[in-house]
């Protein structure tokens, strides 16, 4: 483990140090290209290189493109000292020498001016002189805690750039202004109106400041701050990255302005926000589901919380927003989301919604129906502690009896390949080794997670809220687009849930554990049989439901099936298990073999919890 940092440490600074160097040679290119390039030319190339550079330059700060025209004036002023030098080659000798340098010399003067006009600060006024204290750390634990007015300003979501770099933190003032992800060396101005913070990044640092007046903020292409050391009512004092050479730099708060990118914020409940920052899925005030026929339809009004500043996320509200449900226009004491999924019957009098009560935290599946009124089913599914894990989220089908839920069940897999000491549970599709090549080298494919659907009774009497096999499990479709449906039975000592299993009018003998897998072909339905203890499974059974039969495979003690595709069933079986603290290799998976086949319940749990290992085939 630590030679994987070591070497990532290591890949990174060789990373970082092609960056700088890059950096460093595009810098250089820059300065020393077009100077080089109009020597070799004519000087009136050079002329009209630097004449077009400055009306590029003029252009780009007119679009408000700050950046590009700082670097435009760089480039043109190097075009400048390449004209003056290829004026000095082409005249005689004695007059080549001041003409190059009146061209220089006066060139830079007009460059200087035309900046000023533009709004440009020059280099040579940046540079102030090295302050003798020190502002807000970039790093953190010295961002502002209170206004000038001496109310609390509460900060959070504090992040750093890369591993030990500089922060950035989101500020929240006490009348509501929200800025989120800036730099942690923030300032207030003398007079208490405009705030400053510097805006961290990997590439190009920028500069934020907020006129707390006019509720309007000034977001400035400037990457001479890192670190703010004084803010007066005209100047905004500070250093470039100490990480360097710490050098001081000063800037008028007026031409910084002027330059600057200005949007007003905009007030969303008891907060100001940018417009950048708003949610992009912060909806209407009002939506609408109607139901097929157009018999029913559903209402939502927005419901936005009292206080957003008293959220620990205030943006929480605005980010997944809720609304008041009403049917047919009366109003429900019911809550539900935008995305959230409504399901209607067919015939449009019947739907199922999930919502929740305005004094509840939790959601639920809500029906309503004619002759009920809304209805709260009860949890679809009670997970067994050592079961298959399953999951469901979206209601997909309703019917006059049954609500249908989407689901999926979890796989366990060992963390080895095709061996290993512990059982990795994967909640996604997931790339699995499937066997080896010619050249033994391992082959993978992705396995995609087992779809199934619960299927939830409407109404049931005396239901109890954590009823085992409540719900029905129906697979995905085989052949005929018939489903496999397992109905709960009981449960073993070992937790383990017992399932009857049908397939339309074909009822199979016996009883199955929940874990199944069908066949890419949908013509088979991989499943393993329930035990009691001190029994296991001792076998997987493989159900042809075009010909009806079932085809068990050779005796072994199988855990879980993996995958089930062009004719191969992959699952996981135990063969043993190392003691606790022994340290598993190629050459000694195990040093405690399994008890003879179907009598090795206690020993696959405790496999399955600490070290589990699959054999060579």
């Known amino acids: 483990m630590s030679n994987s940092h070591e070497d990532e440490s290591i890949w990174r600074l060789l990373f970082e140090l ?365 997970i067994s502690s050592r079961g298959t894990s399953l999951n469901w989220d979206t209601p997909l089908a309703l019917d006059n009896h049954h609500l249908r839920i989407e689901g999926y069940l979890a796989f366990e897999i060992p963390d080895r390949g095709h061996y290993g000491y512990s059982l990795n549970c994967i909640h996604g599709d997931f790339d699995i080794q499937t066997g080896h090549d010619a050249r033994g080298r391992a082959q993978s494919a992705e396995r995609k997670l087992t779809p199934l659907q619960l299927v939830t009774p409407l109404a049931r009497e005396g239901a109890d809220e954590r009823e085992r096999g409540l719900s029905d499990i129906e697979s995905e479709p085989l052949l005929g687009n018939l489903r496999a449906r397992l109905s709960w039975q009981r449960d073993n000592s070992d937790d383990l849930g017992g399932y009857r299993c049908r397939i339309g009018d074909w009822a199979l003998s016996g009883l199955w554990l929940l874990d199944h897998r069908v066949s890419d072909c949908t013509r088979y339905l991989a499943l393993i049989p329930f035990a009691d203890h001190p029994a296991s499974a001792a076998k997987v059974v493989v159900v042809d439901t075009l010909k009806r039969q079932c085809l068990d495979s050779p005796p072994m003690n199988v855990v879980n099936v993996l995958d089930f595709r062009e004719g191969k069933l992959l699952v996981t079986r135990v063969a043993g298990r190392l003691k606790e603290d022994s340290t598993s290799t190629p050459l000694q998976r195990f040093d405690l073999p399994a008890p003879p086949v179907g009598k090795a319940a206690g020993f696959l749990y405790v496999s399955r919890r600490l070290q589990t290992v699959l054999p060579d085939r």
Request: proline letters at 6%; aromatic letters at 8%; glycine letters at 10%.
């Open 18 to 382: 092609v960056r700088i160097l890059l950096g460093v040679g595009g810098s250089l290119l820059i300065l020393v290209g077009p100077a080089v390039l109009m020597t070799l030319s004519p000087p009136w190339w050079g002329a009209i290189a630097v004449i077009g550079g400055a009306a590029l330059t003029g252009l780009c700060s007119a679009m408000k493109w700050l950046r590009l025209a700082d670097n435009l004036s760089v480039v043109t002023s190097s075009a400048l000292l390449g004209l003056a030098l290829s004026l000095g080659l082409a005249l005689p000798n004695y007059w080549n020498v001041l003409a190059a340098l009146i061209t220089f010399i006066g060139g830079l003067v007009l460059i200087g001016m035309w900046e000023r006009k533009l709004g440009f600060v020059s280099r040579a006024d940046r540079i102030a002189p090295q302050s003798h204290g020190s502002g807000p750390s970039a790093w953190g634990g010295q961002q502002p805690q209170t206004t000038p007015e001496g109310e609390p300003i509460r900060t959070f979501n504090m992040s750093e750039i890369a591993m030990g770099g500089p922060v950035y933190v989101s500020y929240l003032f006490p009348d509501g202004v929200l800025l989120q992800g800036i730099g942690a060396s923030a300032l207030f101005s003398s007079d208490g109106r405009y705030f400053a913070a510097t805006v961290p990044s990997r590439q190009q640092w920028g500069l934020i400041i907020l006129d707390r007046q006019e509720r309007r903020v000034y977001r400035c292409a400037n990457d001479f701050f890192w670190e703010l050391d004084e803010f007066t009512e005209t100047d905004l004092r500070g250093r470039v990255s100490p990480l360097v050479d710490n050098r001081a730099s000063s800037f008028n708060l007026a031409e910084l302005l002027k330059t600057a990118q200005a949007v007003d914020l905009i007030p969303v409940a008891d907060l100001w926000l940018e417009p950048d920052s708003m949610p992009d899925n912060l909806a209407e005030p009002h939506i609408e589901h109607i139901g097929p026929q157009t018999r029913h339809r559903i209402d939502g009004s927005l419901r936005l919380p009292d206080r957003l500043r008293n959220l620990e996320q205030p943006l929480e509200g605005l980010h997944h927003p809720i609304y008041q449900l009403s049917l047919d226009g009366r109003e429900t004491d019911l809550l539900f989301h935008a995305d959230s999924a409504v399901v209607w019957r067919a015939d449009g009098k019947a739907l199922c919604i999930v919502a929740r009560r305005v004094n509840e935290e939790t959601a639920r599946y809500w029906t309503w129906q004619p002759d009920t009124g809304w209805q709260a089913l009860t949890t679809p599914w009670v």
